[in-house]
């Protein structure tokens, strides 16, 4: 089969048309997350991609659709790449990524998007490559595991196998689990209000919990920024090549626009240290507004200086309950944990999350020259 390699071109703005070429690559990200998951809950739509493309301020991606030559419908998409850089921080590493339509496999898709990606990672410059692959739990003797020693998998996947053969490390697992969320008048609800009220008084008077449903008031934007500089390092991430982010309250506007823009809806659970007027927990879940019935977790962080509160299971309880007020569709919430961060995994496992897949960090360190 002859395939053609097209290059989807960066959106003018937010506004522009959706080019087709996003909807042929939404399409392969979906047929392989039914296959792989069973369900399209964690599938990013065309309109999503279109919009964070369009603006190039903190990040750049480059993506391609693989079709048979000639055609271009978007369903008829075989296969997708893309490279993707941040721009104002961690400026040494790319993520990259392949995929081929799980009805094409075996066929040379994969192989013939290759070239095109490894050209534009050398342009590129950067020196470190990551990719996150999913893959299933796997006990057999050959198992692989993560250089953190945490996380097995099956080195004969497709997958494992390729990019072992690239040169990538399997670094770290990240354990994706999911929670079916207990209906209206569960005993896991009244378990869970009674925790959150435990939690209340164990954390104390000097902290004030503080909800919104989208975007946080802009006099937080500051205080949440240094939240966020401080959760890009502070989460385990193993000897994966990654150095704080760099967050201002521009920038988290501009995320908070996009993601509205992208139609997704969320909820966020804060925590304000009242002595010092400083936020110090926070918690986020996140659903497309087409889709509810899928929710996922987004960062959970307690600035270091204030663990040991019972903030992380309190921000986490309150979060749930709003959840339910503001999505009362959302039927069950994904989350990842690093395999190594326990007290995180123990937060989860006690609200019944169960475990569903691994996720892999994968990386390649290369030199420029
Ligand atoms: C990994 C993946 C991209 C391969 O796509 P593909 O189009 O079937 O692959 P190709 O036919 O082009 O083969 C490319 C390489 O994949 C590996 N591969 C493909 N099928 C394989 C199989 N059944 N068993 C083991 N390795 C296999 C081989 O290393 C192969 O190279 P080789 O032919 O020189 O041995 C595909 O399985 C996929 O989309 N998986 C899910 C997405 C993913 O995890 N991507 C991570 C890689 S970036």
């Known amino acids: 089969m002859n395939i053609d390699i097209v290059p989807i071109p960066a959106p003018a703005s937010a506004d522009a048309p959706v080019d087709p070429l996003y909807e042929a690559y939404a399409h392969v990200f979906r047929v392989e997350d039914i296959d792989f998951f069973g369900n399209d809950d964690l599938a990013s739509t065309a309109h999503e991609r279109h919009v964070e493309d369009s603006d190039q301020t903190y990040h750049r991606a480059q993506r391609w659709v693989a079709f048979p030559e000639g055609e271009r419908a978007p369903a008829s998409a075989i296969g997708l790449a893309f490279v993707e850089l941040t721009l104002t921080d961690n400026t040494h590493l790319a993520m990259a990524h392949i995929v081929t339509h799980p009805a094409h496999r075996g066929r040379g898709v994969a192989a013939s998007l290759l070239p095109t990606v490894e050209a534009a990672l050398r342009e590129s410059g950067r020196t470190s490559i990551q990719v996150w692959a999913n893959h299933h739990p796997y006990q057999g003797g050959d198992a692989l595991s993560a250089k953190t020693g945490v996380g097995q998998i099956d080195p004969k996947t497709p997958q494992a196998h390729w990019l072992r053969t690239l040169g990538f490390e399997l670094e770290q697992t990240e354990r994706h689990s999911v929670l079916a969320i207990p209906a209206e008048g569960d005993q896991w609800w009244r378990e869970l209000a009674e925790r959150k009220e435990r939690d209340t008084a164990t954390a104390g008077d000097e902290y004030e919990l503080l909800q919104w449903k989208g975007g946080i008031p802009p006099e937080f934007h500051d205080g949440y920024a240094r939240l966020r500089e401080r959760m890009s390092v502070d989460a385990p991430s193993a000897e994966l090549d990654f150095e704080e982010e760099k967050w201002d309250a521009e920038r988290i506007a501009k995320g908070i626009e996009q993601r509205t823009q992208s139609g997704y809806e969320w909820v966020s659970a804060f925590v304000r240290h009242t002595p010092s007027g400083a936020l110090v927990a926070y918690t986020e879940m996140m659903w497309p507004g087409e889709r509810p019935a899928g929710v996922w977790q987004m960062d959970t962080?307690?600035?270091?200086?204030?663990?040991?509160?019972?903030?992380?299971?309190?921000?986490?309880?309150?979060?749930?309950?709003?959840?339910?007020?503001?999505?009362?569709?959302?039927?069950?919430?994904?989350?990842?944990?690093?395999?190594?961060?326990?007290?995180?995994?123990?937060?989860?496992?006690?609200?019944?999350?169960?475990?569903?897949?691994?996720?892999?960090?994968?990386?390649?360190?290369?030199?420029?020259?």
Do not use: C
């Not at 600035?303 to 569709?329: D, M, Q, S, T, Y």
């Not at 959302?330 to 569903?356: D, K, Q, S």
């Open 301 to 369: 962080f307690v600035h270091g200086e204030h663990r040991g509160h019972r903030l992380g299971a309190l921000v986490k309880a309150a979060n749930l309950e709003f959840l339910r007020r503001e999505n009362p569709a959302a039927e069950r919430i994904h989350t990842w944990n690093a395999g190594e961060n326990e007290y995180m995994l123990a937060i989860n496992v006690e609200l019944g999350f169960a475990p569903a897949s691994i996720e892999g960090g994968w990386q390649k360190r290369v030199t420029t020259d």
